[in-house]
């Protein structure tokens, strides 16, 4: 499975340009701009499985450096400000990364 299978690629490709400049990064308008969250939870669990690199049913600090990557190959990586804010926006339990629940719950609140 893909992101284009779940996400239009011209969405995506607009949602990762729109965030180019450093710290410009907002994952609302982010997951707004790529259709993320307008999709079902199930889509969404399915997202977030492809952005688990490691499957370990988390997305640490390591990955989300590098979430534009994973839609886009050869986007920017995403500032330590900017992924010290995706983590909290969704770490309801601080245990420091995003765990599946969260991350769905992060998009499509």
Known sequence: ?????????QDIENAV???QAPDSFCYK??????GLS?????????????LDEDNSGFLEES???FFLQRFVPGAR????????NFISAADD??????GVEEF???VLS
Do not use: H, W, Y
């Open 29 to 34: 308008k982010f997951f707004a701009q790529c």
């Open 63 to 65: 990955e989300l450096k």
């Open 77 to 84: 990586t995403l500032t330590e400000a900017e992924t010290k």
């Open 93 to 98: 339990d601080s245990d420091g990364r995003i």
């Open 17 to 19: 340009r729109d965030c």
């Open 1 to 9: 499975m893909s992101l284009t299978s779940i996400l239009a690629a």
């Open 38 to 50: 307008a999709k079902t939870p199930e889509e969404v669990q399915n997202v977030f499985r492809i």
């Open 104 to 106: 769905q719950m992060m």
